[in-house]
């Protein structure tokens, strides 16, 4: 089955896209939650046990022995359907189970899920467990185009996969020094036939000495600066004399970011 993406537009008419979150990892957060959920039924079950045992002994709570049965059966019950209520409208509509396997539930409109629907979509959850296994919502999820339940349905939302951040890019050295000098595209004014004029072969001794820019010696780097200036600065018309190696660097440096958009791709 081919990945399947969910298109929003935002009011200010930018395109979100997210990828639906399909039966497989749906399921994985499910079984993840409801671990974690056995484990503290066991746990309550095991402490009323052995609080039950210790009251057997004392006349005192004979009557009321009941009494702390119904408390952890309701108690559970709370936890076990409040558990998903609770983490899907505080937790960003994200479960421990979802946010594990990187998963989410939203609004169809992109938005964060609301506390009602929150609820409606959790009450709901008790039709979609039917006949047994969340049979009914498992056979939602697998023929809908949307991957949505029933009670996914009801309350608007769906379920996708956490959008990741895309990742810097790591400066290379020569793009370190040109931001530590603060150096922008802006700093040359160049028109366009100036700039059409510039040659593949141009770029390329730009390029070349801008890889080779802090493995050369000073000295011998400001000869190489003030020679390229001479052959490529001059010729195009841009002013070269009276400037101190400092600024006859940063001209050719900002070149460099101006020929890099222009040729970069197209050699």
Same mark, same amino acid.
């Given at each position: 089955?081919?990945?399947?993406?969910l298109?929003?537009?935002t009011? $200010?008419y930018?395109?979100i896209?997210?990828?639906?979150?399909g039966? &497989?990892?749906r399921?994985?957060? *499910?079984?993840?939650?409801?671990?974690?959920l056995?484990?503290?039924?066991?746990?309550a079950? !095991?402490?009323?046990?052995? !609080?039950?045992?210790g009251?057997?002994?004392s006349?005192?709570? @004979?009557?009321?022995?009941?009494?702390p049965?119904?408390? !952890?059966?309701?108690g @559970?019950?709370?936890?076990?359907? &409040?558990?998903?209520? *609770?983490?899907?409208?505080?937790?960003?509509?994200?479960?421990?189970?979802?946010?594990?396997?990187g998963?989410?539930?939203?609004? $169809?409109?992109?938005?964060?899920?609301t506390?009602?629907?929150?609820?409606?979509?959790?009450?709901?959850?008790?039709?979609?467990? @039917? #006949?047994?296994?969340? *049979?009914?919502?498992i056979i939602?999820? *697998?023929f809908?185009p +949307?991957? +949505?339940? /029933?009670? =996914?349905? !009801?309350?608007?939302?769906?379920v996708?996969?956490e959008?990741?951040?895309k990742?810097?890019?790591? /400066?290379?050295?020569?793009?370190? $020094?040109i931001?530590?000098r603060?150096?922008?595209?802006?700093?040359?004014?160049?028109?366009?036939?100036?700039?059409?004029s510039?040659?593949? +072969?141009?770029?390329?001794?730009?390029?070349?000495?801008a890889?080779r820019?802090?493995?050369? #010696?000073?000295?011998e780097?400001?000869? /190489?600066?003030?020679?390229?200036? =001479?052959? %490529?600065?001059?010729?195009?018309?841009?002013?070269?004399?009276?400037?101190?190696?400092?600024d006859?660097?940063?001209? %050719?440096l900002? %070149?460099?970011?101006?020929?890099?958009?222009?040729?970069?791709f197209?050699?």
């Amino acid at each position: 089955m081919t990945e399947d993406h969910l298109d929003i537009k935002t009011p $200010e008419y930018v395109a979100i896209q997210f990828q639906i979150a399909g039966l &497989g990892s749906r399921a994985a957060a *499910f079984i993840i939650d409801q671990a974690l959920l056995m484990i503290i039924n066991i746990l309550a079950i !095991v402490i009323l046990f052995f !609080v039950m045992d210790g009251m057997e002994t004392s006349p005192f709570f @004979l009557t009321e022995s009941t009494f702390p049965i119904a408390v !952890v059966v309701i108690g @559970l019950f709370v936890l076990n359907w &409040g558990y998903f209520f *609770f983490f899907e409208f505080f937790s960003g509509g994200r479960t421990l189970g979802k946010r594990m396997v990187g998963i989410r539930v939203i609004q $169809e409109n992109g938005h964060s899920i609301t506390l009602l629907s929150s609820f409606i979509r959790n009450l709901v959850r008790l039709i979609d467990s @039917l #006949p047994t296994a969340y *049979f009914l919502g498992i056979i939602m999820i *697998f023929f809908h185009p +949307k991957h +949505k339940r /029933l009670g =996914d349905l !009801v309350a608007g939302t769906i379920v996708v996969h956490e959008r990741k951040a895309k990742k810097k890019k790591k /400066l290379t050295p020569i793009e370190k $020094e040109i931001n530590l000098r603060g150096l922008t595209e802006n700093d040359l004014e160049l028109d366009d036939w100036t700039l059409k004029s510039f040659t593949a +072969k141009d770029w390329k001794l730009v390029s070349t000495y801008a890889s080779r820019f802090h493995q050369l #010696p000073v000295e011998e780097r400001n000869q /190489l600066t003030k020679q390229i200036a =001479d052959l %490529l600065l001059t010729k195009k018309g841009i002013e070269v004399a009276g400037k101190t190696d400092t600024d006859l660097e940063n001209t %050719l440096l900002v %070149l460099y970011l101006v020929l890099k958009d222009e040729w970069e791709f197209e050699l």
